[in-house]
């Protein structure tokens, strides 16, 4: 069987009556996704990089006279493989000789491929590291609050999703009420980090409503309630943008005052409790948390909130908040106050209860299957030890010398002078983007593989075409899944486009590395190791040979899987034979160790922190609307922007933005109008949707436009490809983590009034 392996599942690989590929659902997936059909779309796009490009200014200056006032602005030159892998060659040993290579940053992160040969910053990474080393970065954008707050609050066992959600079968069999604030996105479940051969949430949903299980969801957003059998019986709860947390702290309030928190379980598995206790009843702070308080804050009245509370501590539950609520300012927040409220009411290490982090967020969450284990590309010691958080680059580069608080220490920021960036793009992951692309000119050199003209390379000095997943061999599989998809090539790349092995490997040669990268194995051999890495943890496995032909393997494939067992279920069992690995050893309601580090942005216990930006600041006068960016339901972040479901989805060629008919009709628009999202960061056009599911006070523009500004006669930018980070902020989550925040974002729209330059 000839497959392709994608980020959102597999695909069959099929021929029409010309005897052109096509894809095809996998026959094995029940809920195949549609955005992967349009991957063969890429292979002879107009926006297709079909040689190495250097940027004209950066060419005409010469080697020691670098200067990035042109980029995004310049146009470029085509050069041939010979010419630039020697500019590059020699741009790396200058950048070595004259600055070290603390001034190489390869911030690459992206889902440029499935594959886990092919994996774009793996190959960049091993390649800076035979090179002497780069300035790395930790965490993500989807989940970097909670990578750095929970090894504080249940340990470091427990960070990933998978590990702290229960699975969906438990869920199902034992659950009888599911709360979850930001909502249950089931277009994010198609979406896996290596790939899937099934696709199972939307079934397990189903599974659960069927059940009789009471499922609320908790958004500002009607879409965020999943659209499956039985949507009817789901309930929905709105909620103005980042106020979840004080919702429940009046949750635990009400459960505190009605004498229904399970005292024995708190002292026992808990750590210091009574302190925020002190907060919840206002002892500390002058202010109970009440239903009320909260009313006033959250919008959701206050019988409603004391009922969800109530009906919480009574039966098997479950408390889920989505990965959006902690990307916002003091997002670690609303995840550290769902622990404390499941501890409260005494639900955490029941089977299908307690809490959980992004169910539908990805695919795998919840999913009860054994995970794959394999090996990564191997990428060596990196000797270079500085870093950043992954989404603080705008910090690096404009602030060379100073300090950076993250997470207790303080990280001396190193004067970049190369970025190299491959497979991702910054210009649709990072925050204010106009003050990105001003930072982004600093460095002397920017290198960029990519396959398509996305903003990142129009912000490049030099560029390298990269193959796309489906002109190359590899392999599918995440660590999270239980698949493993050969994914074979469908048709060559054009001439002048590598592969990035082959890309690295050909620079290697030029500064004498290339047996060390290569290790004497072209991509064959690569995948042979590899996949031998697999078999040594998975012996059941067949041999390689057997795999590519039957097209996939896996584990317990077809099966119904035994649950991977009940979070904290030792923990509960037994509390001083199985310690968490926290300081107190139990679950830290409050954690001195935050606490010591007296960062003003993060107490040492759950607390309710307005945002600057939402809507009862002052702010709001000015800008009266709070911008919402989810991931869209029709691409992966800005990945098939150009093709398929994405192009389908937009209106007269823009981004849709949803809109409350109140609020459109206060400012003269209409449904399938031209808008103009605004705020003092920015400008960015879109397409008017009028929907009641949003909430008055509230725009929806989901993230992945393509950044595409234009310059307007009175000299202002705009841009025009509906780029919601146009307009969100960079400021981070708290010192704590460093995480994005685009959540919390005011803005203001209009009608676009003119179309010039547009």
Known sequence: MHLFGTHFGTYEVVHDGEGRPELRGFRHDPRPSPIGAGFLELADHPERLRQPMVRQGWLNAGEGARDGSGRGREPFVPVDWDTAARLVAAEITRIRATHGNAAIFAGSYGWASAGRFNHAPSQLKRFLNLCGGFVSS??????????????????????????????????????????????????????????????????????????????????????????????????????????????????????????????????????????????????????AKTPEWAEAISGMPAETIRGLARAFAEAPALVNASWSLQRARFGEQPYWAAIALAAMAGQIGRPGAGFAFGLTAVSSVGQPIRHLK??????????????????????????????????????????????????????????????????????????????????????????????LPFERDDIAASSRDNWLVASRQVMAPPPGVLSDFRIFARIAR?????????????????????????????????????????????????????????????????????????????????SDTIAGFGYPDIAGHPVWMPPEEWLGAPLAETYPLHLLSPQPAHRLHSQLELVGESQRAKRTGHEVALLNPVDAGSRGIADGDIIEIFNDRGRSRAAARLSDEVMAGVVVLPTGGWFDPVVMPDGTSVDRGGNPNVLTSDRPTSHLTGGAAPNSCLVDVRRAQSKSGL
Do not use: C
């Open 510 to 590: 030029e500064l004498g590395l290339e047996e060390a990268f290569t290790e004497g194995l072209n991509e064959d051999g690569w995948l042979r190791r590899l996949y031998g890495g697999y078999r040594e943890r998975h012996p059941e496995l067949p041999d390689f040979e057997t795999f590519q032909a039957e097209g996939y393997a896996g584990l317990d494939l077809g099966e119904e899987a035994a649950a991977p067992g009940v979070p904290f279920a030792d923990f509960i069992a037994d509390p001083l034979a199985h310690p968490l690995a926290t300081p107190s050893g139990r679950i830290e309601i409050v």
């Open 138 to 287: 930790v965490n993500t954008y989807s989940y970097g609050a909670a990578a750095v707050l929970l090894p504080h609050v249940i340990g470091p066992a427990f960070v990933g999703a998978t590990d702290a959600a229960p699975s969906w079968d438990l869920i199902a069999a034992h659950a009888r009420m599911v709360i979850s604030f930001g909502g249950f996105r089931l277009t994010n479940a198609q979406v896996e980090a290596g790939g899937t051969g099934q696709h199972r949430a939307e079934r397990w949903l189903e599974r659960l409503v069927a059940k009789g299980v009471r499922v609320v969801v908790v958004s500002p957003v009607g879409t965020d309630v999943p659209d499956i059998a039985g949507r009817a019986q789901i309930e929905h709860v709105a909620i103005r943008p980042n106020t979840d947390t004080a919702v429940m702290l009046a949750m635990a309030e009400v459960l505190l005052a009605e004498g229904r928190a399970r005292r024995d379980f708190l002292d026992r598995y808990t750590t210091g409790f009574d302190t925020f206790a002190a907060y919840l009843t206002g002892a500390s702070d002058g202010v």
């Open 374 to 467: 394999g090996p990564a590309l191997p990428q060596g010691p990196n000797p270079v030890k500085a870093f950043i958080p992954v989404a603080r680059i705008t910090e690096l580069l404009t602030r060379p010398g100073e300090r950076l608080a993250y997470n207790g220490r303080d990280l001396t920021l190193p004067d970049i002078r190369l970025v190299w960036w491959a497979g991702g793009n910054p210009f649709h992951h990072h925050q204010d983007l106009n003050r990105l692309a001003e930072a982004w000119r600093r460095p002397d050199t920017v290198i960029v593989n990519e396959s398509v003209w996305t903003a990142t390379a129009r912000h490049a000095d030099i560029v390298l075409p990269a193959s």
